[in-house]
C-alpha cells in the first residue's frame, strides 16, 4: 500500500494567495466607488430635472390663474 504525500504549503505560498486577492478586492472595491459616484451624479441631475419641471409648472399656473382672475380669455 503506497503512502500518500501531502503538500505542505508554505506560509509564502499563502501570502502570495492572499495579496492576489486582496488585489482582486481592492480593484472591485475601486469599480465599484466609481459606480456609486457615477450614480450619485445621475440622481442629482434627476433631482435638477424634477425641480425644473416643477418651476415651470408653477410658473404656467400662475400666468393661466393670472389671467382668468383679470379676465384675459373667456
Known sequence: MPKTVKKKRTTK???EVL???LDNIYSIL???SKDIEELKEQVAMGK????????????IGVILGVG???KFWS
Open 13 to 15: 505560498t499563502n501570502n
Open 19 to 21: 495579496c492576489i486577492k
Open 48 to 59: 435638477g430635472g424634477i425641480r425644473a419641471i416643477f418651476v415651470i409648472g408653477a410658473l
Open 30 to 32: 475601486e469599480k465599484n
Open 68 to 70: 382668468k382672475y383679470f
